[in-house]
Each structure stands twice: as C-alpha cells, then as structure tokens.
C-alpha cells in the first residue's frame, strides 16, 4: 500500500519513487497479470471481447503503466541504482509480455470472439491484435516457440545495453578548453561552459557532446582544432574507433547480436529477413516499395545536393582560405555561408525565441485551431526543469502533459513524445480515463535569471514533439489499443509531428511567439524575410543525409549478413546517395539508436514516408490561410476530428483521405523543401 508504483487513482508520484520500489512493485503486477491471463483463457470464461478486457486489460494497463513510469524515469534521470533496479525488472517484464503475445489459448479464444457484436473502434483493434498474435510468434511450436521467447528477451537486454552505451560514452566526454580556443563560439555557450567547469572545481571551459554545447561549437568556433577534437569524439562514440579510456562502451558487438537475432526472429516466422516483419503493421506494402519511394526521392534530390556542395566548396575556398574542408568544417562553413548570403547568424534570431514566449505562442496556435485551452496544472516532479500543463475543451479535461526542455547529465539525448497514460472508457469501472503524456527534449538552459533561449531548430524541434503529443492527447477514441498514437501505422506515426513543424515558418505564427530577450521587441520582419529565403538553404544535402539513414537501415534488415562487418554497407549507402563522404573512422551507426534502441528498425523511412503525408496535409492550410495570414479555424477542425482525433482507429490512409478527400502526393514535400525545377 506504500508503494508509490502500485498507485493508479491518479498521476505518478515522482517525489516518493526509488529504486527500491521497482521490483516489489513489478513482481506484485506481473503476479496480478498472470493470474488475469489464467482466468479469461479458462475453457470455461466467455470469448468476448468486454470480458477480457475487464479482466485482462485492466490488469495489462495497470502493468503497463507502472513500467513505463520506470522506464520514463530510467531514460531522463539516470542513476546507478535506478539503472540496475530497471536492468533487474526488465527480463521479467519482457518474459510475460512475449508469453503473452504467444500464448495459444489466449489466440483461440480471440479468434473466437465474434466481431460482428464490435464497434468500429473494437474491430480494428481485434484485427490488430490478431495480427500481432502471428508476429508475436503464436503459432510457433515447440523448441521455436522457446527460441522465439529467448529471442525476445535478449533483444530487449541488448537494446538496453546500446542506449546505456550511448549515454555513458556521451556524458564521459569532456575537454576543458582555454579562452583562447573559444573565439567565435557564442556567449552564451561559453559562460554556460565556464560555469560547468566551475561547478567542479575545475579551471577552464568544459565542453561536451551534448547538442546545446557540441552544436554551437560546431557552427561557430573559428578554431578547426577545436571543431575536430569535438568531432572526433562526437562520431566515434560508443564504437571500437573511441579512445581507450571509453572503448568500454564500445556497441560493435551488441549491434551483431541484435541484427543476427532478428534475422532469426524473421524467419521463425516465415519471413525472408526482417525488413519484411517491419513493414506488415505500416503502409509500405513491402521493403522494395519503401527502397524503391527512398532511391526515386534521392534521385529527385541530388541536383539539389550537388548544387549545395558546390557552393559550400567554392565560398570555403574563396572567402576562409579552405580549399580542402575536412568533416568537422562543414557546419562552419555552412553557417558563415547561411551569414554571408542572407545576412544573419543563428545566434542573432536565439535571441528571439526566450522559451517561455515560444511556448505561449505555441499554446495560443493550438488552441486557435484545435478549440482547446491549456494550462498549468499541478503535479510531483522529477526534476527541477519541468512543468505540467492541462488541456481542457468547455469544462471538460481533455488530457494532460509533463514537459521536460533542457538537457542535463544522466538524460538520454534527443527529443520524443511517449505516453504516461492513454484515453480509456475503462471496463472495470466505465469512467473514461484521460489521456497523459510525456515531452521531452534537449534544450540549453538559462544563464542566471535570463531564460533558456531556443535557436529555431529547438523551436521547430519543439513544435514536432507538440504535434506527437496532441496526437495522443486530442484523440476521441475510446479504445485503448487504439486510442491516441496507439494503433497508428508507424510510417504514419510522424505526420502530426512533422506537420506542426510548418507553423514555424508562418510569419504571423512567429511574430506572436517571439521577444528579444533584452528589449522584448518581436523578431523583425526583415530578420524573418532572411530567415524565410534561408529555409530551404542546403535542403537537398539534408533531404540526401535522411535518405542515407534510412536506406542504410532498410538495407541492414533485409540484404546484410550480419556475421560480417556493417562499415562495408555503409559505405555502400553512402557512395551511392551521398554528395559528402565522411571520414573512415567515422561510426554514427553505432549511436543510432532510432534503429537499435528506439523502435525503428527498417523503419527509419517512416520520417520521409510520413513528410510526403503531412506536407500534403499542411497545403491545406496553405489553401484556406485567413486574410490575417493565419491558419485557417475550420481547416483546423476539419484536421483535428479527421486525424488527431481518430487516432489509430482506422487506417492511415482512410483518416488522410477524410481530410484531404483524395491520397497523398509528393508535390507539397518537393515544393515546401525548394526541391522543384523553375519554368
């Protein structure tokens, strides 16, 4: 009873969690669990559909919740003994969950279930769960029913392994560089390095690779040294090309297993490889279809590229006497000629963007469009850096958010969206539950009373989460597994996050959320116009480095041997898509964890596959923008109840197609990224 895990009237208690509380916690819900999965697949309990889940839902959630609470906890405040309490509990949790989705009687009883007495929300998540019967191996036999569980829980022990290998090779950097190396990095960077250091007793500017730091160091230190020291570092993490000192946290091993376990994986189930698998629950109908949309979107892009490198060489050449830059000079190069060419600096819009205005500006879009309010709410914390927000319609609580801005030791890096709780008419009690979710990013902090100042791709960064998170929290279905992002396709998954990205380059959006942090003046029309014209500025390189990924991954999962070496098939990748060759000893493969730790495995595509659907859905606002040039309301409500609002509770095409009235084209993504040809 004093067990702040086992608590579900409410929110989380986060200021009585401890590591001590995870396995007692865990082992009390999984013995509640299996008892549940004991009783509804009993010869003699009924095969429908409100009775499992009145019995096995709830007590499923119950697990489910908790877990993530530790999981979430795991992943934004890192501690030795929070680690080892998870490490502990996760074998467990991942033995029931893939009995369970193998267990052959509880298979048979919902084949048995007659979905004709469904609603909609319920046949699709019948059908879903009846395909994830088959991928969860529940018609497996004998010794491969056994392989296939032992397949599973390694998997999540080594996944776990490469985000604890990233993180731990991350945070172990640091170089304590003099004033002298500094010149060109921005103030703000440099105090916020001086007073790391101080804060350990140590002279000098400490330098990291966390984004806030490594980023701005990158663009903007006139010292190349400098620039290939933190590139070095940046690249070679968690790899066998490291320094001694963090070759312990080398991923060269995990990465092997894991490909050669899903390869396994893939053909215990009849499949030829796992790219095969990874496509059965999206929209790309096969790996060749999606090879096929990457190599057609790389050829569109690459006089784009080419045109891009081009100039970055011939402005190194000409205006900072580098005729031969090496990787770690790119993002200089690229910023003096974004400077030189439309006359401003990131540094000088970071000024602008002071967090708190950005995400009242945020707050104000999304309840213009989508008829909602939000505000602070009240819950226990984690960490001193967040805050808990409220969304409400009328009277009624629509759903509720903690967000977590600024990067910090012990924090895995990145941003993302993930869900505490989701929208559930509860079985067992009939009161609708709301849904609660988690946003997370990586942003500087504050220096002093001044607030955190965002560039603008933390502001777009910020809008993509935001986008994630009204997906989940704006649903109406009241189903759970397909309620909010459940259920939804996951090349389907990024339209609502990319598309909020858009509003970020409309002129009435960003005036309404900017203030100089000095003279609280908005950005200036001007400063905005140059931002505007620099959008697009190196789209085609961009466009080029995401298809690299993603074909990389693709490839990974369905054409390597995963008994050899994998530097050989990037290099392959890169040869034939890239414009810019990387160095040798370069090994960003083995800290992607979007394809090793976070879900995305032959997936990474689904950012590009999904950017066609939702720069298709933005054009609709850009056809009906109001004389205010703002986004236009009814368009607003037209998107919410077609796509936010349905969640996963029909297929991804079906919602597109009721807002759009037709399938999506490539035209918007080529035209919104300055990818089309001039007549």
């Not at 009161?431 to 220096?447: E, K």
Request: glycine fraction near 6%; charged fraction near 25%.
């Amino acid at each position: 009873m004093n067990n702040p895990l086992l608590s579900f009237d409410e929110l989380p208690h986060f200021d009585r969690i401890s590591p001590a509380h995870v396995a007692p916690a865990i082992d009390e819900l999984l013995t509640h669990a299996n008892a549940a999965l004991q009783a509804v697949t009993a010869d003699a309990f009924p095969a429908q559909w409100g009775e499992i889940a009145r019995v096995l839902d709830v007590s499923l959630e119950k697990l489910g919740r908790a877990w993530g609470v530790v999981s979430h906890l795991n992943s934004v405040v890192d501690t030795p003994e929070l680690r080892a309490a998870y490490n502990a509990a996760l074998p467990k949790v991942t033995e029931f969950f893939t009995r369970l989705g193998a267990d052959e009687r509880l298979y048979a009883k919902y084949k048995a279930i007659e979905t004709a007495a469904l609603n909609s929300e319920q046949r699709q998540a019948h059908k879903n769960a009846m395909r994830n019967f088959v991928l969860g191996g529940a018609e497996l036999t004998g010794a491969a029913r056994e392989r296939f569980a032992a397949i599973q829980e390694r998997q999540a022990e080594l996944s776990q392994k490469f985000s604890e290998n990233a993180l731990d090779a991350t945070d172990a950097f640091a170089y304590y560089a003099q004033e002298s190396e500094l010149a060109g990095v921005p103030a703000d960077v440099q105090q916020a390095a001086l007073a790391a250091a101080k804060a350990e007793g140590t002279s000098g500017y400490k330098l990291t690779l966390k984004m806030p730091c490594y980023l701005p160091v990158m663009q903007f230190a006139h010292s190349s040294a400098l620039r290939e020291k933190l590139y070095r570092a940046y690249v070679t993490r968690a790899s066998d090309q490291s320094d001694s000192q963090t070759r312990q946290y080398d991923n060269s091993a995990l990465i092997a297993e894991m490909l050669a376990l899903r390869l396994e994986e893939a053909r215990l189930l009849g499949y030829r490889n796992f790219g095969e698998i990874s496509v059965v629950p999206k929209m790309a109908e096969s790996p060749e279809q999606v090879i096929s949309f990457l190599r057609d979107l790389a050829t569109r892009a690459r006089p784009f590229a080419e045109r891009d490198l081009a100039d970055l060489r011939a402005f190194a050449a000409e205006q900072l006497q580098l005729n031969d830059p090496q990787a770690w000079d790119w993002a200089y190069v690229s910023e003096k000629l974004k400077e030189a060419r439309y006359a401003f600096s990131e540094q000088e819009v970071k000024q602008y963007f002071p967090a708190p205005k950005v995400l009242a500006g945020l707050f104000k879009i999304v309840e213009t469009l989508f008829d909602v309010r939000i505000s602070l709410d009240r819950a226990t914390i984690w960490h001193s850096d967040f805050a808990f927000y409220r969304i409400e319609r009328g009277n009624a609580l629509i759903g509720q958010f903690y967000l977590d801005p600024s990067a910090r030791t012990g924090k895995r890096g990145g941003a993302w969206m993930d869900d505490m709780r989701t929208r559930w008419l509860r079985p067992d009690d009939g009161q609708l539950q709301t849904p609660v979710a988690y946003l997370v990013c990586n942003f500087a902090h504050g220096l002093g009373e001044q607030p955190a100042l965002l560039t603008h791709d933390d502001v777009t960064t910020l809008f993509h989460e935001f986008g994630h998170g009204l997906h989940h929290l704006l649903t109406q279905v009241n189903e759970r597994d397909v309620s909010g992002i459940s259920g939804v396709e996951w090349d389907a998954v990024e339209l609502p996050s990319q598309f909020m990205e858009n509003f970020c380059w409309e002129w009435d959006v960003i005036k309404g959320m900017s203030a100089h942090v000095d003279t609280g003046a908005p950005l200036p029309r001007e400063l905005f116009d140059k931002m505007l014209a620099a959008k697009n500025f190196q789209s085609g390189m961009q466009t080029l480095r995401q298809i690299e990924m993603a074909l990389f991954d693709m490839l990974l999962h369905t054409a390597h041997d995963p008994a050899l070496d994998l530097m050989p098939l990037l290099q392959q990748v890169r040869s034939e898509v890239a414009v810019l060759q990387p160095p040798e000893w370069n090994r960003t493969a083995h800290t992607f964890s979007h394809i090793f730790a976070g879900g995305y495995a032959a997936g990474y595509y689904s950012y590009k596959w999904a950017e066609v659907l939702s720069a298709d859905a933005y054009a609709a606002f850009e056809e009906t923008i109001g004389k205010d040039g703002l986004p236009n309301v009814e368009t607003g409500r037209k998107y919410r109840q077609a796509i936010l609002e349905a969640g996963g509770s029909r297929p991804a095409m079906e919602s597109f197609k009721a807002f759009r009235g037709r399938e999506p084209t490539l035209e918007a993504l080529l035209r919104h990224q300055g990818m089309t040809v001039q007549t």
